[in-house]
């Protein structure tokens, strides 16, 4: 493949840039030259809608995008992810998160299989488990209703499950769930001075079942439950979801309680499978399959829809204009004006600092661009209070994207209506700004590009449209950018270093790197052992 920034399309959208700029195209001018830009730049789907109107995109740049995305291959890469061939190039594997979530009669191969009948099973089982312990016929070691669940996990692990959990909070019908993942045991003990053993189940979810901080949480969890039930309690008050079942059954989970992970599935992109049993036992599995229905119809638009009106590929293209040809700052701050999405930045920096936070191509060579951007965020209107400023008169100018939600489900309407307002107000502002201000003080550049996401409403199917919309965004831009966006191997050198330190066997017989020995007798990280 010819180098990326020497391509056909990449020279075009150099040039087209240099115009926009030469001609002082700006977003008010945009606005005013084009009175349906509103309608033209939306693109909906079933209650989701992206508006990029607030973009400096012309329909020219929309074409050369698709001209670049067409040259990289992302028809092609999709249709290999969605057939199940290796796009994880580096580990070798499928990428098979579409496939949790797709119809029950489909057949999907990998490796030669077909991993459907797997899936149903497993969604099968899962499902007898959560509605045994919504209806409490799934009892404690001492017979009581399961009130309280506890998902001991991190990364993909934790951070899916707990976003989706509280964005659909106010439909949740079942017992409490709770999340944990520090290796601070502040989290955890804290949060059990809360519970009664008799009543709390314990989610461990962890594909490796190796993971540092989870293995810490989950022996602190089966000591706790020891102390006042037993040692055989954890067989009855914990469930496993790995692909390690050896590492599971040896903690001490009964084998009927461990649920399969697959290697064709990232820990970032699991939240379709049991790691989501958090969110099913919140919700019950009805409403869990409508979060699954919605990610699936989005996977159906992704597949079929033009790229130029093709939502993750027009959300990843914008994306690479903004950061590699219109001289953003490499930050996207990401603001939901809901606090029921507060958790939605925290999710998106895995999912998009994880996949794509790469510096080497899929061919083993440096990149020639800037690759993912620093995702930040926080809800509205909490940001406006805090970081907003820089993002309306800092020096750099950084790309932001917005998440409304259109209907009030709450019967507040005022407070509602102060959200979106407050969220339309910052988006004029950024986009617009104000020039004559009587002072330089009170001079706002505008020009800040704004791209904004509406639900009709925060529910399950609609949030699995808004999640599968980023897994897929990620997706192309990775392609584009010519990097594989399902390995980390940037976390596993740290994981590594840390553990050589945690176990005091390797710490005695002293680490090959004085680099970690040193800075470790600094700050008496070894072992007590020692
Ligand atoms: O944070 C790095 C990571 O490897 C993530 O990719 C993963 O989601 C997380 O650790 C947890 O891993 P596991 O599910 O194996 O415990």
């Known amino acids: 493949m010819t180098s990326l920034t020497d391509?056909?399309?990449?020279?075009a959208?150099?040039?087209?840039?240099?115009?926009?700029?030469?001609?002082?195209?700006?977003?008010?001018?945009?606005?005013?030259?084009?009175?349906?830009?509103?309608?033209?730049?939306a693109v909906a789907l079933d209650g989701l809608t992206l508006n990029y109107a607030l973009n400096l995109a012309t329909g020219e740049t929309i074409d050369l995008l698709t001209q670049l995305a067409q040259q990289r291959g992302v028809e092609e890469w999709?249709?290999?992810?969605?057939?199940?061939?290796?796009v994880n190039s580096t580990e070798n594997r499928a990428v098979l998160h579409t496939a949790l979530r797709a119809k029950d009669d489909a057949s999907i191969m990998a490796n030669g299989r077909?991993?459907?009948?797997?899936?149903?099973?497993?969604?099968?089982?899962?499902?007898?488990?959560?509605?045994?312990?919504?209806?409490?016929?799934?009892?404690?070691?001492?017979?009581?209703?399961?009130?309280?669940?506890?998902?001991?996990?991190?990364?993909?692990?934790?951070?899916?499950?707990?976003l989706a959990t509280q964005a659909l909070a106010a439909s949740a019908s079942g017992p409490q769930v709770h999340f944990v993942a520090n290796a601070d045991a502040w989290e955890l003990s804290s949060l059990l001075t809360?519970?009664?053993?008799?009543?709390?189940?314990?989610?461990?979810?962890?594909?490796?079942?190796?993971?540092?901080?989870?293995?810490?949480?989950?022996?602190?969890?089966?000591?706790?439950?020891?102390?006042?039930?037993?040692?055989?309690a954890i067989q009855q008050q914990a469930v496993a979801v790995s692909s390690n079942v050896d590492k599971a059954l040896e903690f001490g989970i009964g084998p009927d309680k461990i649920f399969p992970m697959w290697d064709w599935v990232g820990g970032r992109y699991s939240l379709w499978s049991s790691v989501g049993i958090g969110i099913a036992l919140s919700l019950g599995m009805e409403l869990y399959g409508k979060l699954l229905a919605g990610a699936a119809a989005m996977d159906e638009h992704f597949r079929t829809a033009e790229l130029s009106r093709n939502m993750p590929c027009l959300m990843a293209m914008l994306g690479i204009w903004q950061h590699n040809f219109c001289g953003t700052a490499p930050a996207r701050a990401i603001l939901p004006y809901s606090e029921r999405l507060r958790d939605l930045p925290r999710y998106l920096q895995q999912l998009e600092m994880e996949s794509n936070g790469k510096s080497i191509t899929r061919e083993a060579m440096p990149v020639e661009t800037l690759t993912v951007p620093v995702i930040f965020g926080e809800c509205g209107t909490v940001g406006q209070h805090s970081f907003h400023q820089a993002l309306h008169?800092?020096?750099?100018?950084?790309p932001v994207e917005m998440v409304g939600i259109v209907n009030d489900d709450l019967g507040h309407p005022e407070n509602h209506r102060t959200l979106l307002s407050n969220m339309v107000a910052q988006a004029v502002a950024l986009a617009f700004g104000q020039e004559c201000g009587a002072t330089p003080f009170d001079t706002y550049p505008g020009n800040?590009?704004?791209?904004?996401?509406?639900?009709?409403?925060?529910?399950?199917?609609?949030?699995?449209?808004?999640?599968?919309?980023?897994?897929?965004?990620?997706?192309?831009?990775?392609?584009?950018?010519?990097?594989?966006?399902?390995?980390?191997?940037?976390v596993e050198l740290g994981k590594r270093l840390a553990r050589e330190l945690a176990e005091p066997s390797k710490a005695n017989s002293g680490t090959s790197r004085p680099d970690l020995a040193f800075?470790?007798?600094?700050?008496?990280?070894?072992?007590?052992?020692e």
């Open 194 to 232: 809360k519970l009664d053993p008799e009543s709390a189940l314990f989610v461990i979810v962890s594909k490796t079942f190796t993971t540092q901080e989870t293995l810490l949480n989950a022996n602190l969890a089966r000591d706790w439950l020891a102390e006042s039930l037993g040692e055989n």
């Open 448 to 490: 800040r590009p704004c791209t904004i996401l509406t639900l009709d409403r925060l529910d399950p199917y609609r949030l699995g449209l808004l999640l599968a919309l980023y897994e897929h965004k990620v997706f192309v831009q990775g392609i584009i950018w010519g990097i594989n966006s399902f390995d980390q191997p940037g």
């Open 78 to 86: 999709r249709e290999r992810m969605f057939a199940g061939q290796p």
């Open 393 to 398: 008169q800092g020096t750099q100018v950084v």
């Open 519 to 529: 800075l470790a007798s600094l700050y008496k990280t070894v072992s007590p052992e």
């Open 13 to 41: 959208l150099i040039r087209h840039y240099e115009s926009l700029q030469a001609s002082k195209t700006s977003l008010a001018a945009l606005i005013e030259s084009q009175k349906d830009r509103l309608a033209r730049c």
């Open 7 to 11: 391509s056909a399309a990449w020279q």
């Open 114 to 162: 077909d991993v459907m009948p797997d899936i149903l099973a497993t969604r099968h089982r899962m499902g007898k488990f959560v509605e045994g312990v919504r209806a409490g016929n799934i009892k404690s070691a001492t017979g009581r209703p399961f009130r309280n669940i506890v998902n001991i996990g991190i990364g993909g692990s934790d951070l899916g499950p707990r």
